[in-house]
């Protein structure tokens, strides 16, 4: 089976499950895991902030941001279909108390807009904004990066108003890796900042929040909160900090397969594709009228052994990954071209 369905089902390798086994640990609620420690250092450097967290997972960090940075009744400016709002079953209602904003398009929304969303403290019906969030890469918009001088004017824009701004960046690797930037430059407008270890880098769990001293500090008191303060999560951090080292290059490589299925799609008269939009790990194609449609594609497919999900019923998403190779990226996307005949 040629799996296409997300970067998630990527599995630990053997280095990684070596480094797990050998891992220094101690109790993380003590400050005492050696292991968790050195990661925590290493990434609030790599992303050029004073200090970071690790969490088991990218929607505790999301939620524990957003815990941290605001309070019941406000409001959170965000993209269209950020992951915060569609994909973490309500929490961010239920755990906060906030409701969102969604603006722009396809993904990302320029200064202009977030100030139109805006709303100022102490008004007697509008909800204050406290927060504005940017998912970089943003996921239900294909793996499309945030244009780097939009975010900047935008949490500019936010810091003059006293507004939070948050990075939902569990791709935020492959943002960095696909603009040729540096971590920290996608980092380093934001107040606080999330990336993933179990998405493309093949982690079996880990993400961080990273950001100032102050805020980190607070942020640890809603982790315990949430239920994610963890002991000899070293063994987890091992894995995450081998994956620093020897998986990051590979992203480049996924970067390039998407790129391949892409343009093999493109040859198919039914598909209609932006390739614009094909930046990094993800390809989300629409299917035209003459096609079947989203489930038959996925059943047909599923048959042939390439798995994918639909993500509407004329919508379709796949995405590439270390654990698929360059030809097997190859005969998936022959394989879907052959499945979009009609009936
Ligand atoms: C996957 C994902 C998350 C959540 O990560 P989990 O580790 O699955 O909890 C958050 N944000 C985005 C954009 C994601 O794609």
Redesign the pocket.
């Known amino acids: 089976m040629i799996d296409l369905r997300s970067d ?1 089902i990527t599995k630990p390798t053997a280095g990684m499950r070596a480094a797990m086994a050998s891992a220094e640990v101690g109790d993380d609620q003590f400050g005492e895991d050696p292991s968790v420690n050195y990661l925590q250092e290493r990434v609030a450097d790599l992303l050029g902030k004073e200090a970071s967290l690790f969490f ?7 939620q524990c941001a957003l815990r941290t940075l605001t309070r019941p009744g406000d409001e959170v400016v965000v993209s269209k279909e ?3 709002v569609f ?2 079953t309500g929490a961010s209602a239920a755990n906060s108390g906030i409701q969102f904003r969604e603006v722009g398009k396809r993904g990302t929304f320029n200064c202009k807009e977030f100030l139109a969303a805006y709303n100022a403290p102490g008004h007697i019906v509008h909800p204050p904004t406290t927060v504005v969030a940017i ?1 970089n ?3 239900r918009a294909g793996g499309v990066i945030f244009p780097q001088f939009e975010l900047e004017c935008i949490c500019r824009a936010a810091r003059e108003r006293n507004v939070y701004s948050y990075c ?4 935020l690797w492959n943002a960095a890796l696909a603009s040729g930037r540096e971590y920290s430059d996608l980092a380093k407008p934001f107040d606080l900042v ?1 990336v ?1 270890f ?2 493309g880098l093949g982690c079996p ?1 880990g ?1 961080m929040l990273a950001g100032s001293k102050e805020i980190i500090t607070r942020a640890t008191r809603y982790r315990r909160m949430l239920g994610g303060a963890m002991r000899q999560s070293g063994i987890l951090a091992a894995a995450c900090t081998y994956a620093l080292d020897n998986h990051m290059e590979q992203l480049h490589n996924d970067h390039k397969n998407a790129k391949l299925i892409a343009n093999t799609l493109m040859e198919s008269h039914v598909v209609d594709l932006d390739l614009a939009t094909v930046q990094t790990n993800m390809i989300i194609f629409d299917l035209k009228e003459s096609a079947p449609d989203a489930p038959t594609v996925v059943a047909r497919a599923q048959k042939l052994g390439v798995s994918f999900f639909e993500f509407g019923p004329r919508t379709i998403r796949l995405v590439t990954h270390r654990d698929v190779s360059t030809a097997q990226c190859v005969e998936a996307a022959n394989l879907i071209c052959s499945v979009l005949k009609p009936l």
């Open positions: 998630t088991p997972t990218g929607v505790m960090a999301n950020p992951h915060i994909h973490e998912e890469t943003h996921n939902d960046g569990a791709r999330s993933a179990s998405k769990a993400s």
